[in-house]
């Protein structure tokens, strides 16, 4: 019988993995320094804190002394475990009361409220509230889902590592069951359909309204797309030459190797000499001068919007600092407010998707490495529909990487997930079959379990009637879209499936990105899409949050633990910069550890060296492939910038 966790929209899918093995999907690395990520990104400025489980405490101790009373220690760890669920599943049940009773105050007047089932109630209160109230809520839901989904890992992570390491005195069958009834467990579900619900009824997706797809942004977007091009500030064009300088002296075998942070930015934000950090323009004049790989960092918005953006907010780089939008945060702000939070260039910060599509336009060569900020899982897979909703971008993205392990491997599971539902050949038609048999994907292309309601149908049983629909995409480019699922005609079951027997495509087949299918006369092949490299950020001193991990060039024997999961493995790792990666010894282990996996460097601007030397030795040397570089003016001596007449 397979293990059923819900730990998000692509749960069935994981399950099923499981089934076999008896493990989960996917094991998670450092979740302790996870859930403190996530603790921090939940309660930054909010008056009402959330509960979450103190998972690191209890954590210590079951790795007490084994020297204890094992009987004793087996009744304590079990009270204060039940303690946490206790205190979770009430802290989750007085802030859903407070959801709902928000909706229902609002439609008090409505007769047509009265005794609504939940999916026909959010109906009524976006008829009423408004789609701005409604976004809110949805923020609000998903906030507590993200709580219930880190409370319920936590508590049966630590039932798993007491069972392991006290295999004589296992309590799952004792605490399981409990965590499984519980709201924390059976609320997930719940909230993930109302999330979905909302989105829909609101005409939300995370990419199609973008600045190209509606007018009153088409201004905005030219500006950001002619800013690489037509402005003839000389201090500015003297740079451009000389950045086409410098790449016409990097050998073709190692310009792809060499990696724009942030793109073709000026560390110290001046936007007389090149365009800010993270900005359209400072991506399109890399990559049409010749550079192939910059690297970028996303926040999705309070709309959940995918846009571009380092700090947590804009304060560092809004044209005015004491906007009252400039100190909040990038998740509590909606992307039409963050139109109205100008940078110092003037231009608003972009949208992921309309740099991803210029990097499309530019050339095959053009791509995009994307950091996912720790405790952001919500990112991650937002990435994930967007890409699944516009395979032609998925070429665009080189790899994706982040600090925090646990949604790195996630993000994995997630593209595994689609990988598996779109080699099974998962009907693009809507399916007419009960709700309570069907698992639908909505329009971001999140795969959904079951939930028995939807607008104006109160029976469970019943075919849920058609959802308002869609206004039509402005898009240009083609995307796979999937219809309601049914669960037999593709072998997907609550009890028992396994899915072994799938070959499922390689994350990197050859270079043109193709999967050969056997061929059908009744339907045309198919290819299935790559999906990115994903990898792990490392820091090389003592870590200053608490997912990050540390590891040292002398010693890289931990790394192989951290990129393993039960069921696959990440791509490689994406290492801090350490002086002793100059010496042969360390450019030796570099080059072993290359052997198994991807290889990246990073430093920090201003502090660690950023020159050709140091890239040259590194890529001969090292076998490294990717190194990040704020392409400083001294980065080759021999390629000195022209004199500006400005003064």
């Not at 749960?11 to 921090?40: E, W």
Request: net charge negative; proline share 6%.
């Amino acid at each position: 019988m397979a293990d059923i966790s819900f730990h998000g929209p692509i749960t069935l899918i994981l399950d099923c993995f499981s089934s076999s093995h008896q493990k989960p999907f996917y094991r998670m690395v450092n979740f302790g320094g996870h859930s403190k990520a996530v603790r921090a990104s939940l309660n930054a400025g909010n008056a009402e804190q959330l509960y979450l489980v103190h998972y690191n405490d209890l954590k210590a101790f079951l790795f007490q002394a084994h020297d204890d009373d094992i009987a004793v220690k087996r009744i304590e760890f079990s009270k204060q475990w039940q303690d946490a669920l206790r205190e979770a599943s009430l802290d989750l049940q007085e802030a859903l009361q407070e959801v709902w009773q928000r909706v229902f105050v609002a439609t008090h007047d409505m007769a047509a409220a009265r005794g609504a089932p939940p999916g026909t109630a959010l109906q009524h209160y976006l008829d009423i509230a408004g789609s701005a109230a409604a976004t809110e809520l949805r923020t609000r839901m998903t906030v507590l889902h993200t709580a219930a989904s880190t409370n319920f890992e936590s508590l049966r992570k630590l039932v798993k590592k007491f069972d392991k390491h006290h295999p004589d005195a296992a309590l799952s069958t004792t605490l399981l069951p409990i965590l499984y009834a519980s709201h924390v467990f059976s609320c997930q579900a719940m909230l993930e359909g109302s999330i979905q619900l909302m989105r829909t009824l609101i005409h939300q997706t995370a990419d199609d309204d973008d600045a190209e797809d509606e007018p009153h942004f088409l201004p905005l977007s030219r500006m950001d797309s002619e800013a690489g091009h037509d402005i003839q500030v000389e201090s500015r064009m003297h740079e451009l030459d000389w950045l086409r300088r410098l790449v016409s002296t990097i050998p073709a075998s190692k310009i792809g190797r060499l990696v724009a942070h942030r793109g073709f930015h000026h560390i110290q934000d001046r936007n007389d000499k090149r365009p800010l950090e993270n900005s359209l323009a400072a991506y399109e004049l890399a990559w049409t001068s010749g550079i192939h790989l910059c690297e970028c960092d996303v926040a999705l918005t309070k709309d959940e919007k995918l846009v571009l953006a380092h700090d947590e907010d804009f304060q560092r780089l809004a044209l005015d600092s004491k906007s009252e939008y400039s100190s909040r945060r990038v998740q509590d702000l909606t992307f039409k407010e963050l139109i109205s939070l100008p940078l110092k260039s003037g231009l608003r910060c972009p949208l992921l998707i309309d740099v991803l599509r210029s990097a499309h336009a530019i050339s095959e060569t053009s791509k995009l490495i994307i950091e996912i900020k720790p405790g952001n899982c919500e990112a991650a897979s937002a990435l994930a529909r967007l890409l699944w909703r516009h395979p032609e971008l998925c070429s665009c993205v080189e790899m994706v990487m982040s600090f925090d392990a646990y949604t790195m491997h996630r993000l994995r599971a997630e593209f595994t997930a689609y990988q598996v539902a779109e080699s099974i050949h998962v009907p693009t038609h809507r399916s007419t079959m009960s709700f309570q048999s069907t698992v639908t994907y909505d329009h971001f292309g999140t795969m959904t379990p079951p939930y028995a309601f939807t607008p104006r149908c109160s029976s469970p049983n019943a075919s849920p009637p058609q959802l308002p629909p869609r206004p039509p995409s402005h898009s240009h480019h083609h995307s796979l879209s999937f219809g309601n699922l049914d669960y037999a005609a593709v072998g997907l079951s609550l009890s028992h499936t396994n899915l072994s027997h799938l070959t499922l495509p390689d994350a990197h087949p050859d270079e043109n990105g193709a999967f050969s299918e056997p061929s059908n006369p009744q339907q045309p092949p198919r290819r299935l899409r790559t999906i990115p490299k994903l990898m792990l950020l490392t820091v090389a001193s003592e870590p200053k949050k608490p997912c990050e991990l540390c590891v040292s060039v002398e010693d890289l024997s931990p790394i192989a633990g951290w990129l393993q999961s039960d069921h696959g493995s990440l791509d490689g790792v994406y290492l801090q910069f350490q002086k002793e990666m100059k010496t042969t010894a360390g450019a030796s282990a570099l080059h072993d550890l290359s052997q198994r996996y991807a290889v990246g460097v990073w430093g920090y601007s201003g502090k660690d060296p950023d020159d050709w030397e140091t890239f040259h030795w590194l890529v001969e040397q090292g076998n490294v492939s990717y190194v990040n570089s704020d392409l400083p003016g001294n980065f080759r001596k021999e390629i000195v910038k022209a004199r500006s007449s400005i003064r």
